[in-house]
């Protein structure tokens, strides 16, 4: 269903005329594509408050040319390293390094916060430093024009590299208004061909047949993996052309089936390195409507089946050390949706997963756990809801667009990269920061 307002406001009478009426202007978002790999223009590193970070050789490999004069007119990213802001004092100097340059951002361009982690025996420090959050989400909204603005909470520079490559290129262009935490202890952070990430390594996506999982199943194939393509045996044809294509194999299983990691495990002699759990469903009805079937088999493709894989692949140890999980989450189980108890209770039930599951599934196997929150994707899924509520969550965002099912793949992709040890137990959205939960 191709979103018609987006390609009307990208001409100049349809430029003119939603102006004018004050309509919502969604940008066209510049994303990655071989030809347009890069940002279009460089990158102005800015600084408020002292820092102790080491960041200017890790900025030299994210991507955009570093302008560190600030000479360039139009940068198309600025990192603003607030790691330093200790008390309301020094945060003034967040107004006074952004104040100048917000406005000559490129479209579609980045601004990076660079925040440290809360001081619990410092609640000037932490009031700063939280400050930052609503200074991120408050620029998200108002800056238009497809920019985006996230905040990263970090203590070594080395660490957040593949957040930053991915923060400041064209893969992230539907990520905006987010707070990621790159704080857990990451091991040695392996040399990575930053083109090919994922090269020599296994990864498995659940329900990869159509929509987002096939994104993201090609994303990582992409990036070097060897995917195999999970869904259910109606879907058995569409996964085995992607599969083929993409040079991996295809996997037919409900994933509801109580041997279903067992299975997986037998597939996978060879082991795991990234699991994405993305089979999901939807019977939506108003809990006064709902009978007991549609909230269990809900709950079961998208929770119950979630954990039990989860916990027969660590069990079995085909997940090997340096192993990613990548679980879906989406807005509806952050905010709530009318008609939506059980998808939204599922939901919810896989950010809990997420946080507790994190900190162990590192430590004991070395195994990131982390989930991806979309908000409206443009899929069959949200081809099937009525005009006028589609309308609505298409424009409900700072972006006034809906994503595409490659923003979510990309995401995953970053999180699924053996450089981001550092990234666990974080819930990010790809949202175009929904005007919807936090
Ligand atoms: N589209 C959106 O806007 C949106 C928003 C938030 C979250 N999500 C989540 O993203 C994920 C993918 O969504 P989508 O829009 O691509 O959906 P989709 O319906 O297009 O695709 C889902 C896929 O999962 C497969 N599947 C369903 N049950 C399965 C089972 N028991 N075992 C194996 N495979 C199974 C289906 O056959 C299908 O191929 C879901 O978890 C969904 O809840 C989507």
Sequence with gaps: MPDRYLSFTGTAPGRFLTRRLGLPQPAALHRWSPDRPALDGPLLPLTAGPSALDLAPVLARTGPAVDPAGAAVRPAAVVLDATGVRDVDTLAGVHAALHPVVRSVVPSGRIVVLGAPLDPADHHQSAAQQA??????????????????????????????????????????????????????AGPVPPADPGRPLAGRTALVTGAARGIGAAVAETLARDGARVVVLDVPQAAQDARRLADRLGGTALTLD?????????????????????????????DRRLVNMPAERWSSVLDVNLASVLRTTDALLAEGTLRPGGRIVATASIAGLAGNAGQTNYGASKAGIVGLVRSLAPRALAEHGVTVNAVAPGFIETRMTAAVPLFIREAGRRMNSLAQGGLPVDVAETTAWLADPASGAVNGQVVRVCGQSLLGA
């Design 132 to 185: 930052l959050e609503g200074f991120t989400r408050s620029l998200g909204k108002e800056i238009g024009g497809g920019r985006t603005v996230n905040l990263v909470r970090l203590t070594d520079a080395g660490a957040a590299e593949s957040t930053l490559r991915f923060l400041l290129s064209p893969r992230s262009a539907y990520v905006s208004g987010q707070v990621i935490d790159v704080l857990a202890a």
């Design 255 to 283: 994933i509801t089936a109580a041997d279903a990691g067992e299975r997986i495990a037998a597939e996978l002699p060879g082991g795991l390195d990234v699991l994405v759990h993305n089979a999901g469903v939807t019977r």
